[in-house]
């Protein structure tokens, strides 16, 4: 597992966004664990993310020319993640949208730097799918290219078929999706750490049960 993946699961655990035992998702099943990426709301902990999302980014591959936050929780991953990204010299521009028009002023749903060539989308999961549907389509209005999609956390869980919510955004759109760490991650950080170890069978049946091949 690579260094900043298991980094990033740590940090999660001590700022309790990520935490084991007896959770309800919101598709409605019982889960062993629970990740809530909107609990890093501090300084430090929102200047941590970003640092592990820059990373993931560019260990990925994946060139791109901008990045975009999807109202409302990307807006501050693409703020801090373009800061971060900053720091490791790679300086670009950031865009986002709002969730109404604004009908004055510089008015429209878009906001920042101009959308175009290729633009990474900047968001905290992919459950539904919705947020990178309405994001692909802003970005493609302004004759922009989607060049993927990175998040926290892949849970790499079957939607309502035998795909995941991830995997369906990759077929649908020909859009890669880069995690900063997914489930394979999760469970060998379990399995290598002794004082963690005890959570580890009650996750591994969570995806033999839910999880995609």
């Known amino acids: 597992m690579s260094d900043f993946r298991q980094q990033f699961l740590k940090f999660a655990l001590e700022q309790e966004v990520l935490k084991f035992g007896e959770f309800i998702t919101k598709a409605g099943r019982p889960s062993s664990y629970f990740f809530n990426a909107g609990l890093f709301n501090d300084g430090n902990g929102i200047l941590q993310l970003s640092r592990f999302y820059a990373d993931a980014i560019i260990a990925s591959g994946v060139e791109f020319d901008m990045l975009f936050g999807p109202a409302y929780k990307g807006i501050i991953l693409a703020a801090a993640t373009s800061m971060a990204l900053a720091e490791k010299g790679v300086n670009v521009p950031i865009a986002y949208n709002r969730k109404e028009a604004k009908d004055h002023g510089e008015g429209g749903v878009l906001v920042g730097a101009p959308v175009q060539g290729r633009v990474l989308i900047i968001d905290d999961v992919i459950s539904a799918g919705t947020s990178v549907r309405e994001s692909v389509k802003l970005i493609e209005a302004e004759g922009a290219t989607p060049a993927g999609v990175v998040i ?6 079957k939607g309502t078929g035998e795909t995941s919510a991830v995997q369906e955004v990759e077929q649908q ?24 170890q005890t959570y580890l069978v009650a996750v591994q049946a969570y995806r033999d049960k839910y999880g995609i091949n």
């Open 152 to 157: 926290a956390l892949d849970r790499m869980e």
């Open 173 to 196: 759109y020909g859009l890669p999706v880069v995690s900063i760490a997914n489930l394979h991650d999760l469970l060998a950080m379990l399995s290598d750490d002794a004082t963690l």
